[in-house]
Nanobody
Framework: RLVESGGGLVQTGGSLRLSCAAS????????IAWFRQTAGKEREFVAA???VRADSVQGRFTFDFDNDKNTVFLQMNSLKPEDTARYYC????????????????????WGQGTQVTVSS
């Protein structure tokens, strides 16, 4: 089970730190990623372990994890209105390539999401 938290309302240029806590098996045994989605659009890859990030968040978002707490994080800096979305963490049993981690259909488990709203 994955549970996200840390979303909220922030002004342009602000920061948020999202958390995703897992119960059960250790996170280290899964491929983990963050995705986001806005109404009427498909889920969009954001970031994954190993420094893989979408071009739109390069230099602003950082994927981090704490194995002891079985938690992953998404540090989001210099937020823009276009970052407004519901953010999800996802886990896959598979070993995914750098390209495959960007594909939502490869993930077996999803959290309920946490809303991020960036005001202009």
């Amino acid at each position: 089970r994955l549970v996200e938290s840390g979303g909220g309302l922030v002004q342009t240029g602000g920061s948020l730190r999202l958390s995703c806590a897992a119960s059960g098996r250790a996170f280290s045994s899964y491929a983990i990623a963050w995705f986001r989605q806005t109404a009427g659009k498909e889920r969009e890859f954001v970031a994954a372990r190993g420094g893989v990030r979408a071009d739109s968040v390069q230099g602003r978002f950082t994927f981090d994890f704490d194995n002891d707490k079985n938690t992953v994080f998404l540090q989001m800096n210099s937020l823009k209105p276009e970052d407004t979305a519901r953010y999800y963490c996802a886990a896959s049993h598979a070993i995914l390539s750098t390209g495959q981690v960007r594909e939502a259909h490869r993930y077996d488990y999803w959290g309920q999401g946490t809303q991020v709203t960036v005001s202009s």
